[in-house]
Nanobody, 122 residues
């Protein structure tokens, strides 16, 4: 049973940066697509970014393009999300997820972390 654990969330002022990490245990993620989603209070869980198993292909939601960078370290079974120039509208719980193909559809990801809170103050 794969377990994903996110870390790195917190409270930051607008314009600041945070680096989220997702560590996998109980199984590998090195041959899978990994993605980040986020969910704000009262809203749907939305796609943020994804990365192919090799790290060669990355995709971003328009709202974070140019500010967020996804990366992975397969030897460490981890995936990271560097978030720069944060905005209040980035406030949400951020989740990492494992999938078998590159897709923005959250229903096609089979394992999820418990989430980490990111709060951006104005």
């Amino acid at each position: 049973q794969v377990q994903l654990v996110e870390s790195g969330g917190g409270l930051v002022q607008a314009g600041g940066s945070l680096r989220l990490s997702c560590a996998a245990s109980g199984g590998t993620v090195s041959t899978y697509v990994m993605a980040w989603f986020r969910q704000a209070p009262g809203k749907e869980r939305d796609f943020v970014s994804m990365i192919s198993w090799s790290g060669e292909n990355t995709v971003y939601a328009d709202s974070v393009k140019g500010r967020f960078t996804i990366s992975r370290e397969n030897a460490k079974n981890t995936v990271n999300l560097q978030m720069n120039n944060l905005k209040p509208e980035d406030t949400a719980v951020y989740y990492c997820a494992r999938g078998r193909r590159m897709t923005r559809l959250k229903g096609l990801y089979d394992y999820w972390g418990q989430g980490t809170q990111v709060t951006v103050s104005s």
